[in-house]
Nanobody, 114 residues
Framework: VQFVESGGGLVEPGGSLRLSCAVS????????MKWYRQAPGKERELVAT????????LYVDSVKGRFTISRDNAKNTVYLQMNSLKPEDTAVYYC????????WGQGTQVTVSS
């Protein structure tokens, strides 16, 4: 199992980024997938969840209306579209599958700053 996150970078407040997580080792359509983030000095925080099958979505309150989680089953890739970014969104972002809980990727750094 491997997660390879990408798409992070430096963006000004109000900007957008789309994170990608390329997954190998299992078929993402069959499993719940999540995005977490960890800011310096803080605990890792769950940001978004997409279910298997029809893919119901859940978000932490602080990103509702701004972030969208999705997946492309053909590419076995999970995405996190982030709009209206705020400085408090600055963190390393990770994708995660509860069914394969021992595996984490390297994450991708998102920095929101003017």
């Amino acid at each position: 199992v491997q997660f390879v996150e990408s798409g992070g970078g430096l963006v000004e407040p109000g900007g957008s980024l789309r994170l990608s997580c390329a997954v190998s080792g299992f078929t993402i359509s069959k499993y719940v997938m999540k995005w977490y983030r960890q800011a310096p000095g803080k605990e890792r925080e769950l940001v978004a969840t997409i279910g298997s099958g029809f893919g119901s979505r859940l978000y932490v309150d602080s990103v509702k209306g701004r972030f969208t989680i999705s997946r492309d089953n053909a590419k076995n890739t999970v995405y996190l579209q982030m709009n209206s970014l705020k400085p408090e969104d600055t963190a390393v972002y990770y994708c995660y599958a509860p069914a394969f809980s021992q595996y984490w990727g390297q994450g991708t750094q998102v920095t929101v700053s003017s």
